[in-house]
């Protein structure tokens, strides 16, 4: 997992690169960086990420928007 913190409108956004990973792993990485994350953009080239980060998203009532196929930004809402 990586970290990169930056900061866009006073919330700390982190990076978590899970690109080389299958499914479960870039959800339950995700789920890991919002325990203390307010926010986090995702990086992962499974193919099944995208449904696994939605449900994740959903379940637990998180913003999410695409930024590409291979990239995502989640927040708390």
């Known amino acids: 997992m990586t970290s990169d913190a930056a900061t866009s409108d006073a919330v700390s956004v982190?990076?978590?690169d899970t690109r080389g990973m299958r499914c479960p792993?870039?959800?339950l990485r995700l789920a890991r960086a919002m325990r203390s994350d307010a926010a986090v953009i995702l990086l992962?080239?499974?193919p099944q990420a995208g449904r696994e980060i939605a449900a994740l998203a959903a379940e637990n009532g998180w913003s999410l928007a695409a930024e590409s196929d291979e990239c995502w930004l989640v927040r708390r809402s």
Request: hydrophobic letters at 55%; charged letters at 20%; a negative charge.
């Open 14 to 16: 982190v990076t978590v």
């Open 25 to 27: 792993w870039p959800a």
């Open 44 to 46: 992962a080239d499974d």
